[in-house]
């Protein structure tokens, strides 16, 4: 596996991207490996765009962006999220004491006026995670999703899709594979590009080293479900698990099977997983012992 590495500030965006083998990078102490692809057959944009973000000395931002298929100009409301967002999470990362939580916000806020100022009804929802010291926080707006699963299958944290149908799953009003199914699915409630969007901003989660993290659009939620996320997360590191997600996606997207969620679609991922990261090499003894030496003295009145 080559896996890239990006400075403080620098950024990978994926826009109108065609991209079926992951790419790999090594960042904020873990690997993320990225998938953007349009739907199978489709001749038009891919409304789909991701970017992986340096924030700095172990830190990233992974974001997912999904452009309303059922609106106008759904890939220029994707792109447009992903440009604002970069710039402001960019810019924090190069400058000192700069709050990257609140260039997220601005970032979202941003997009969200420029979208609006489009006049034409487009529309995106939006998923992020902030890695930073160890932990995982998430930033949503309406139905991308974002799990983040144990290495023995504990969901730690998924989010609620802002639409009719995903807060009736949250209510318990209606099964997972109820709502695959259900008329008004993708009906969502918050978007980029809306006068009443809003932000949920999720607490902080403390990352372990065998937790595995998905982002992703409806292509990857309308084909999988949600045990069998977990059960590929918990099992295997995010180029594995990224792979594999993608495989399985891309057929049941071809070839409706009974039983089988089926629903072609634009799909784009990032996994994120401290697995298959070598730590730091030890220091030599001999080095451990002059450091102890060092500070024993230093504390000799």
Known sequence: MNARQLAAGEARTYLDAELVEPDVFELAGGIAAVVSMRRPAKATANEDAAAIISAGPGAAVLVVADGCGGMASGEQAARIAIECLTARISAAALAEGASIRGAILDGVEEANRQILDLKTGAGATLAVVQ???????????????????????????????????????EAGLLEEHEALDHDERHLVSNYLGSERMHVEVGSARKLSSRDGLLIASDGVLDNLTTEEIIGILKSGAALTAATRITAIASQRMQVAQDGLPHKPDDLTLIVYSQRGVKPPPAAPKETQLALIDELDAGGRT
């Not at 299958?153 to 009736?168: D, E, F, M, Q, R």
């Open 131 to 169: 890695l930073e010291a160890g932990e995982a926080r998430p930033y949503h707006v309406g139905d991308a999703q974002i799990l983040l699963v144990g290495g023995r299958g504990k969901v730690k944290l998924l989010t609620t899709a802002h639409s009719p149908v995903g807060y009736a799953v």
